[in-house]
T-cell receptor, first 112, second 114 residues
Framework: NAGVTQTPKFQVLKTGQSMTLQCAQDMNHNSMYWYRQDPGMGLRLIYYSASEGTTDKGEVPNGYNVSRLNKREFSLRLESAAPSQTSVYFC???????????FGPGTRLTVT | AQSVSQHNHHVILSEAASLELGCNYSYGGTVNLFWYVQYPGQHLQLLLKYFSGDPLVKGIKGFEAEFIKSKFSFNLRKPSVQWSDTAEYFCAVNADSSASKIIFGSGTRLSIRP
């Protein structure tokens, strides 16, 4: 099993550009999550999907959209990137009925 | 609202020293508690978890944590640290059994002097 995979690993965008971060898991997990990690602030939940076909906002959803494409895939889209979105983005998944989460390797995004 | 506090932002220890990292949460009901570790350049990995039962939980690599309900605490301990324990440690809490949302603390950076 590859676990949770994310693409790309690194990305540099100019202000106003758009991009989609991809996440996939092969563990048949029901729930998937997107976090951003900033120094001194821990991980903050952007959006999550408790099950296929549902998505909900987390703590910091502004400026982002998500799509739960199927059970395996959960993408995060930045429609118009801003420097404040410079961060490391982690995708995670968890199995139904259990709350521990399994994380991907992260995407380091810089917006100039 | 739920919150998780990790008061130690950066801890520096020598090898073989004992470790205790503090974690407090704010929620009065049933909680699930976690410690995650992030080694330099790597993603988060689960270190240990508490769901119910024995409040002293043992995890990987010799770590343990004690859930003290009356103090709303879930402190992480290790009797003798190694240089390879250098990492960032995150406490997390889930207090919503209907969803799998986890709230993370801000993290504690642990540096071990060889």
């Amino acid at each position: 099993n590859a676990g949770v995979t994310q693409t790309p690993k690194f990305q540099v965008l100019k202000t106003g550009q758009s991009m989609t971060l991809q996440c996939a898991q092969d563990m048949n997990h029901n729930s998937m999550y997107w976090y951003r990690q900033d120094p001194g602030m821990g991980l903050r939940l952007i959006y999550y999907s408790a099950s296929e076909g549902t998505t909900d906002k987390g703590e910091v959803p502004n400026g982002y959209n998500v799509s739960r494409l199927n059970k395996r895939e959960f993408s995060l889209r930045l429609e118009s990137a801003a420097p404040s979105q410079t961060s490391v983005y982690f995708c995670a998944s968890s199995p139904q009925g259990r709350h521990e989460q399994y994380f991907g390797p992260g995407t380091r995004l810089t917006v100039t | 609202a739920q919150s998780v506090s990790q008061h130690n932002h950066h801890v520096i220890l020598s090898e073989a020293a004992s470790l205790e990292l503090g974690c407090n949460y704010s929620y009065g009901g049933t909680v699930n508690l976690f410690w995650y570790v992030q080694y330099p350049g790597q993603h988060l990995q689960l270190l240990l978890k508490y769901f119910s039962g024995d409040p002293l939980v043992k995890g990987i690599k010799g770590f343990e944590a004690e859930f003290i309900k009356s103090k709303f605490s879930f402190n992480l301990r290790k009797p003798s640290v190694q240089w390879s324990d250098t990492a960032e440690y995150f406490c997390a809490v889930n207090a919503d059994s209907s969803a799998s949302k986890i709230i993370f603390g801000s993290g504690t950076r642990l540096s071990i002097r060889p």
